[in-house]
């Protein structure tokens, strides 16, 4: 079994949502790499879950400062920001970068990715509201011109139609809190992963 498009599930933090991940063919797990993030996850922290997950990609959330040492995060193959002022030195990196934009005005996302397209490889686009068929569309005409993920604005019911009408290159999912050892609040990620099931890998 695999998943019809990428998927990247940020906010990880523990290893039983990597697992999780893992075993259900979602490309990407984003951990929080900041001291100042409520659910940090340490360098140490970080080795151990890994070292326990194969056949996945690992990103690195920062959001306030490029100062984190990333080589001390070896296995971090990209990194995402929602912060204009770190997109040029988090670009000089070594690392793929993800630029997440929380949608209120199309043409001004629009705008905000025409500039920052040179140094980002991947556009994360967060919508609070369900999205429209009319959102599909405009979504589509980005796609069309860059790497574009999808986060929020849908749910199990209707993750395929925004699949098959507006084509992103994946969505996002947050990952859930360990409630204690093992148990985990998934928050919806199970059942929108259920939903793209396919019997072939993407």
Not at 10 to 32: H, K, Q, T, W
Not at 177 to 194: I, K, M, P
Request: hydrophobic share 40%; proline share 2%.
């Amino acid at each position: 079994m695999g998943l019809k498009t990428r998927v990247y599930v940020s906010d990880v933090d523990n290893l039983g949502d990597g697992r999780y991940c893992a075993g259900m063919g979602v490309e990407m797990i984003g951990f929080p790499i900041e001291e100042n993030h409520p659910r940090f996850v340490s360098t140490d922290k970080f080795k151990e879950i890994a070292s326990w997950l194969a056949g996945i990609k690992f990103a690195g959330e920062i959001y306030d400062a490029a100062n984190v040492d990333l080589s001390a995060y070896d296995a971090i193959e990209s990194v995402i920001t929602d912060n204009p002022a770190l997109v040029k030195e988090l670009a000089g990196q070594g690392k793929s970068l993800m630029y997440k934009i929380k949608v209120e005005d199309f043409d001004a996302v629009e705008h905000q990715m025409a500039l920052l397209e040179a140094d980002v490889d991947t556009f994360v686009l967060e919508f609070s509201n369900t999205l429209s068929s009319e959102d599909f569309s405009k979504i589509k005409s980005l796609t069309e011109e860059y790497k574009v993920i999808i986060g929020g604005g849908f749910d199990e019911n209707t993750v395929n139609d925004l699949l098959d009408q507006a084509s992103p290159e994946g969505i996002a999912l947050k990952g859930g809190s360990e409630v204690s050892v093992g148990v985990n609040t998934f928050d919806g990620l199970v059942e929108v992963l259920e939903a793209i099931e396919t019997d072939e890998w993407v």
